[in-house]
């Protein structure tokens, strides 16, 4: 059976088909793997290249022999490629010529130093990539790789030698490797290679020796690699046994299957397995195995459950939770695919008849296994699980006991009233109909006491003689025995489909749970939702107060708590755990073996980028901790957290990105646009006071007064120009403050064109601003200064001879000013973007400016309350619509 159950599903063959097939076209990587530099790697490559020469195209793509002649003595008789000369801050640089290889295309290419980082300007920005690139289109690659420079292993090597690697390469590179040999040197001969100058040149050597190449590091290297290299090795022959379909194990590595399930020595099942796998140096696995039957396990027995394997995995376990509807079988499913070696289950209770006929697990496994080991551990209390069958282990129900017992009475009634038209037998179906809704509605145990309880009525009401166990006929007897044998099936077979479902059920609440969250969060736009949305859920599904803890922008190592309006206000003491939880990427707090005194549980939010933060879940219950099945919908919970807030903090880099672009835009515009308006007037200030103090230059009197007038003009001039940057800078800082009082249109507009007509005495402008206008509310130096800007900008644009029209009126609670030229108007793209900071129209007249004026006319007119307008006039021309709102007490009526 167990063989049936491991024979690959056509949906796998078909991925090994198409797996094998993709390995065909793609190249064969053999990397040359070492602990450190000088132990051989590069050549044992090229003694290898040596040998296949004769019967293989290859060429030397890249290799570095470091002036060593014991290597370089392998280079005569291959083809090198000539390398490519990339220029770099005025040095050229040899580097591998990637398009060269491609171009002669060989069947076999030599590439040096897989960690190596390109020159800028090249493809790609590591060697790896090259390598990559020439596997793909079918060319075979020997490369050579020292251990250091794996991505995973970076942060461990660094703690023992001191030396941070900066050139890495990514694990996929050794997974997706098709050989691997191992170049291998005792660490003694490595230190003699040093001091005989055969790895640095001789004035590194001391310091290389203090600082990385010590007997101990190199040691500590040295099993690095031996363990890359059988992980490595171990791998290819478990998908050798699978795509082969072969049951195993093959002992090659030892590797320990223990089996966690709610029990009184489950603890010591769990330490015993530690202690085999430190005395086997073995990788050890803890595996639960949810059937249907075990849907409704009691409180003590779930919370034994998440205990021991919490427990397994403080211990280094690999815990693994299955589904299956065979205890047995899936536990030898599970061994027979990952090569496990032994297996280490409980003892049963007893061994009487009754263990006998129940067929415990260890007794299956121990008769099924073949050639994997099996370990017993003795001990007191429950057994490991007494049934292979998916039968529920309900707790006495007495109700549904006493429901089957109405049930068969009822049906007892019903069949008395038919009894008279039907022959006996047929009764029996009323029978069997009862016990499949007792197994339906009441269970298993109930549903067999309906089978018996249906039986002894048959006999005692249906079959003469009546009201006595005997029967007169003989087939009778047979009669019975089918009855009692097809409920007992149909109460295990009902009781199985319900005990599925209800297990089917719950899988689909958690899918849809997740689903729903994944929606949810996908529709969430912006950091402070989707952290809301995180919570939100937290609390409907866990039932718990959640707070999501990320790092400060400023200061990473202060985590600060989202959102501020949360329901639990953390204290200093909930902060340090999750700081502590952060940085060691670590559960933490209340119901861990870490900080457990803490009030809530945090769990470490992670992506393959790092750590983003902390979720931290306060329990509503203290006296009910999270199930088997909760803490791994948390754990999917988490991650689904995670890849959302790095979703969101990624759009928000974005956009910071953009506004930060937008910003370097905009100064370069503002440089751009004010150089010129700035150094105008300063250049025609600076005319006016050479000139005057020049004494060769005779100046009568009123040359003198004209030449200080335009001195005067350009410095009025140049004051406006700044006075607009500053209002700009006080407008986007939110500093404006209005000194609002009442005030008169008719003042402010006279007010306006007194100050403008200083600079166009030659212009007409038409007033039309009606008496008895109700009070504004304003600051009115600054409605004033709207004022002038629109008033300056109509009379630029417009031409010298036309009139500027300025309109008052009153309408629906406000006041409306409206400026009107006869220029050329606006086009219609650029009506929308007039108010905007630097935004000018181009006029055929190149009228200067900065483009600030209408955009501070937008900001002043806004923080009163009011709302600026620009529409194209009918003829020809520009309308600037001002609305000001009047307050009710300014309301006046006609007088």
Same mark, same amino acid.
């Given at each position: 059976?167990?063989?049936?159950?491991?024979?690959?599903?056509?949906?796998?063959?078909?991925? *090994?088909?198409?797996?094998?097939?993709?390995?065909?076209?793609?190249?064969?990587?053999?990397?040359?793997?070492?602990?450190?530099?000088?132990?051989?790697?590069?050549?044992?490559?090229?003694?290898?290249?040596?040998?296949?020469?004769?019967?293989?195209?290859?060429?030397?793509?890249?290799?570095?022999?470091?002036?060593?002649?014991?290597?370089?003595?392998?280079?005569?008789?291959?083809?090198?490629?000539?390398?490519?000369?990339?220029?770099?801050?005025?040095?050229?640089?040899?580097?591998?010529?990637?398009?060269?290889?491609?171009?002669?295309?060989? %069947?076999?290419?030599?590439?040096?130093?897989?960690?190596?980082?390109?020159?800028?300007?090249?493809?790609?920005?590591?060697?790896?990539?090259?390598?990559?690139?020439?596997?793909?289109?079918?060319?075979?690659?020997?490369?050579?790789?020292?251990? *250091?420079?794996?991505?995973?292993?970076?942060?461990?090597?660094?703690?023992?030698?001191?030396?941070?690697?900066?050139?890495?390469?990514?694990?996929?590179?050794?997974?997706?490797?098709?050989?691997?040999?191992?170049?291998?040197?005792?660490?003694?001969?490595?230190?003699?290679?040093?001091?005989?100058?055969?790895?640095?040149?001789?004035?590194?050597?001391?310091?290389?020796?203090?600082?990385?190449?010590?007997?101990?590091?190199?040691?500590?290297?040295?099993?690095?690699?031996?363990?890359?290299?059988?992980?490595?090795?171990?791998?290819?022959?478990?998908?050798?046994?699978?795509?082969?379909?072969?049951?195993?194990?093959?002992?090659?590595?030892?590797?320990?299957?223990?089996?966690?399930?709610?029990? *009184?020595?489950?603890?010591?099942?769990?330490?015993?397995?530690?202690?085999?796998?430190?005395?086997?140096?073995?990788?050890?696995?803890?595996?639960?195995?949810?059937?249907?039957?075990?849907?409704?396990?009691?409180?003590?027995?779930?919370?034994?459950?998440?205990?021991?394997?919490?427990?397994?995995?403080?211990?280094?376990?690999?815990?693994?939770?299955?589904?299956?509807?065979?205890?047995?079988?899936?536990?030898?499913?599970?061994?027979?695919?990952?090569?496990?070696?032994?297996?280490?289950?409980?003892?049963?209770?007893?061994?009487?008849?009754?263990?006998?006929?129940?067929?415990?697990?260890?007794?299956?496994?121990?008769?099924?296994?073949?050639?994997?080991?099996?370990?017993?551990?003795? !001990?007191?209390?429950?057994?490991?699980?007494?049934?292979?069958?998916?039968?529920?282990?309900?707790?006495?129900?007495?109700?549904?006991?006493?429901?089957?017992?109405?049930?068969?009475?009822?049906?007892?009634?019903?069949?008395?009233?038919?009894?008279?038209?039907?022959?006996?037998?047929?009764?029996?179906?009323?029978?069997?109909?009862?016990?499949?809704?007792?197994?339906?509605?009441?269970?298993?145990?109930?549903?067999?006491?309906?089978?018996?309880?249906?039986?002894?009525?048959?006999?005692?009401?249906?079959?003469?003689?009546?009201?006595?166990?005997?029967?007169?006929?003989?087939?009778?007897?047979?009669?019975?025995?089918?009855?009692?044998?097809?409920?007992?099936?149909?109460?295990?077979?009902?009781?199985?489909?319900?005990?599925?479902?209800?297990?089917?059920?719950?899988?689909?609440?958690?899918?849809?749970?997740?689903?729903?969250?994944?929606?949810?969060?996908?529709?969430?736009?912006?950091?402070?939702?989707?952290?809301?949305?995180?919570?939100?859920?937290?609390?409907?599904?866990?039932?718990?107060?959640?707070?999501?803890?990320?790092?400060?922008?400023?200061? %990473?190592?202060?985590? %600060?708590?989202?959102?501020?309006?949360?329901?639990?206000?953390?204290?200093?003491?909930?902060?340090?755990?999750?700081?502590?939880?952060?940085?060691?990427?670590?559960?933490?707090?209340?119901?861990?073996?870490?900080?457990?005194?803490?009030?809530?549980?945090?769990?470490?939010?992670?992506?393959?980028?790092?750590?983003?933060?902390?979720?931290?879940?306060?329990?509503?219950?203290?006296?009910?901790?999270?199930?088997?099945?909760?803490?791994?919908?948390?754990?999917?919970?988490?991650?689904?957290?995670?890849?959302?807030?790095?979703?969101? *903090?990624?759009?928000?880099?974005?956009?910071?990105?953009?506004?930060?672009?937008?910003?370097?835009?905009?100064?370069?515009?503002?440089?751009?646009?004010?150089?010129?308006?700035?150094?105008?007037?300063?250049?025609?200030?600076?005319?006016?006071?050479?000139?005057?103090?020049?004494?060769?230059?005779?100046?009568?009197?009123?040359?003198?007064?004209?030449?200080?007038?335009?001195?005067?003009?350009?410095?009025?001039?140049?004051?406006?120009?700044?006075?607009?940057?500053?209002?700009?800078?006080?407008?986007?800082? !939110?500093?404006? %403050? +209005?000194?609002?009082?009442?005030?008169?249109?008719?003042?402010?507009?006279?007010?306006?064109?007194?100050?403008?007509?200083?600079?166009?005495?030659?212009?007409?402008?038409?007033?039309?601003?009606?008496?008895?206008?109700?009070?504004?509310?304003?600051?009115?130096?600054?409605?004033?200064?709207?004022?002038?800007?629109?008033?300056?900008?109509?009379?630029?644009?417009?031409?010298?001879?036309?009139?500027?029209?300025?309109?008052?009126?009153?309408?629906?609670?406000?006041?409306?000013?409206?400026?009107?030229?006869?220029?050329?108007?606006?086009?219609?793209?650029?009506?929308?973007?007039?108010?905007?900071?630097?935004?000018?129209?181009?006029?055929?007249?190149?009228?200067?400016?900065?483009? +600030?004026?209408?955009?501070?006319?937008?900001?002043?007119?806004?923080?009163?309350?009011?709302?600026?307008?620009?529409?194209?006039?009918?003829?020809?021309?520009?309308?600037?619509?001002?609305?000001?709102?009047?307050?009710?007490?300014?309301?006046?009526?006609?007088?």
């Amino acid at each position: 059976m167990v063989d049936k159950l491991i024979r690959p599903s056509p949906d796998k063959l078909l991925e *090994q088909i198409k797996a094998d097939e993709a390995r065909k076209r793609r190249g064969r990587l053999k990397i040359f793997l070492g602990y450190a530099a000088g132990v051989g790697k590069t050549y044992a490559m090229l003694e290898a290249a040596q040998r296949q020469k004769s019967e293989t195209d290859l060429v030397v793509a890249y290799v570095e022999t470091h002036g060593r002649a014991e290597t370089e003595a392998f280079l005569p008789g291959l083809e090198i490629i000539p390398r490519k000369q990339v220029q770099y801050r005025g040095l050229a640089v040899a580097e591998m010529d990637l398009d060269a290889v491609l171009a002669r295309r060989p %069947k076999l290419a030599l590439v040096d130093e897989l960690a190596h980082t390109n020159t800028p300007g090249l493809r790609h920005p590591k060697r790896y990539q090259d390598a990559e690139e020439l596997l793909e289109v079918g060319i075979d690659v020997y490369a050579t790789l020292n251990i *250091q420079h794996l991505e995973s292993l970076r942060e461990s090597i660094a703690q023992i030698t001191g030396v941070w690697v900066r050139e890495t390469v990514p694990d996929s590179v050794i997974d997706e490797a098709d050989e691997i040999e191992l170049i291998d040197l005792p660490p003694d001969d490595l230190l003699q290679r040093l001091k005989e100058g055969k790895v640095y040149i001789s004035e590194q050597i001391s310091h290389a020796v203090a600082n990385f190449f010590r007997k101990g590091n190199l040691s500590a290297l040295r099993e690095y690699s031996m363990r890359i290299s059988a992980d490595h090795i171990d791998t290819q022959v478990r998908e050798y046994m699978s795509a082969h379909t072969i049951h195993g194990p093959w002992p090659t590595a030892e590797r320990l299957l223990v089996c966690v399930t709610p029990g *009184q020595w489950g603890s010591r099942i769990i330490h015993t397995a530690r202690s085999l796998a430190l005395q086997l140096n073995a990788e050890w696995i803890a595996i639960h195995v949810e059937t249907p039957g075990s849907v409704d396990i009691s409180p003590e027995q779930q919370e034994q459950l998440t205990n021991l394997i919490r427990l397994a995995e403080k211990l280094g376990a690999r815990v693994e939770i299955l589904q299956g509807l065979s205890v047995a079988n899936t536990i030898l499913e599970y061994a027979y695919k990952n090569n496990i070696t032994k297996i280490i289950l409980g003892k049963p209770r007893d061994v009487h008849l009754r263990n006998i006929l129940s067929r415990s697990v260890a007794n299956q496994v121990v008769r099924r296994s073949k050639y994997v080991d099996v370990y017993i551990v003795s !001990g007191k209390g429950q057994p490991l699980e007494q049934n292979i069958l998916p039968v529920r282990q309900l707790p006495v129900q007495w109700l549904g006991y006493l429901l089957s017992l109405a049930l068969v009475s009822c049906t007892t009634l019903l069949g008395y009233m038919v009894h008279p038209f039907f022959h006996p037998v047929n009764v029996v179906m009323l029978y069997l109909l009862s016990i499949v809704v007792s197994a339906i509605y009441f269970g298993f145990g109930p549903s067999i006491l309906t089978s018996v309880l249906s039986l002894l009525a048959f006999d005692i009401f249906f079959i003469p003689p009546y009201f006595t166990l005997a029967t007169s006929e003989a087939y009778y007897l047979f009669t019975f025995a089918v009855l009692l044998a097809v409920g007992v099936v149909i109460s295990y077979l009902t009781s199985r489909i319900r005990s599925q479902s209800e297990a089917a059920q719950r899988r689909e609440n958690e899918t849809a749970t997740l689903y729903s969250l994944s929606k949810q969060l996908s529709v969430s736009i912006g950091l402070k939702p989707t952290l809301k949305t995180i919570i939100d859920s937290a609390k409907d599904q866990f039932k718990q107060n959640a707070v999501v803890f990320l790092p400060d922008k400023q200061k %990473k190592e202060i985590l %600060k708590a989202y959102p501020e309006e949360a329901g639990v206000i953390p204290g200093e003491n909930e902060n340090a755990v999750a700081v502590w939880t952060y940085q060691h990427q670590k559960a933490a707090g209340y119901g861990t073996d870490t900080l457990p005194d803490a009030s809530a549980l945090y769990l470490p939010l992670s992506t393959a980028h790092g750590g983003i933060g902390v979720l931290a879940l306060w329990p509503l219950d203290t006296e009910n901790q999270l199930t088997v099945q909760q803490d791994r919908l948390l754990k999917a919970f988490a991650d689904l957290a995670s890849m959302a807030i790095e979703r969101a *903090q990624l759009a928000e880099a974005a956009n910071d990105a953009c506004v930060l672009e937008a910003s370097q835009k905009l100064q370069t515009a503002l440089l751009n646009s004010i150089s010129h308006d700035l150094r105008t007037p300063l250049v025609s200030i600076i005319g006016v006071l050479s000139s005057l103090q020049e004494e060769s230059i005779t100046l009568d009197n009123a040359a003198k007064n004209n030449l200080i007038q335009v001195a005067l003009e350009e410095a009025e001039r140049l004051n406006h120009l700044i006075t607009n940057l500053l209002d700009v800078s006080r407008i986007e800082a !939110g500093a404006l %403050k +209005l000194s609002r009082q009442p005030a008169d249109m008719q003042d402010i507009v006279g007010a306006a064109l007194e100050q403008i007509g200083s600079r166009y005495k030659t212009r007409k402008i038409n007033v039309e601003i009606p008496d008895g206008l109700p009070l504004i509310s304003v600051d009115t130096s600054l409605i004033i200064q709207v004022l002038v800007n629109v008033l300056d900008n109509a009379l630029k644009y417009s031409g010298s001879n036309s009139v500027v029209d300025v309109v008052g009126l009153q309408a629906a609670g406000e006041i409306q000013v409206e400026i009107s030229d006869r220029g050329a108007g606006i086009p219609e793209h650029d009506l929308q973007h007039v108010f905007d900071k630097f935004y000018r129209v181009q006029s055929p007249d190149n009228v200067s400016g900065t483009g +600030l004026g209408l955009s501070i006319c937008r900001g002043i007119v806004e923080a009163h309350g009011g709302t600026i307008s620009a529409e194209n006039r009918p003829g020809g021309g520009t309308t600037i619509r001002i609305k000001l709102p009047v307050p009710i007490q300014f309301t006046r009526s006609e007088t």
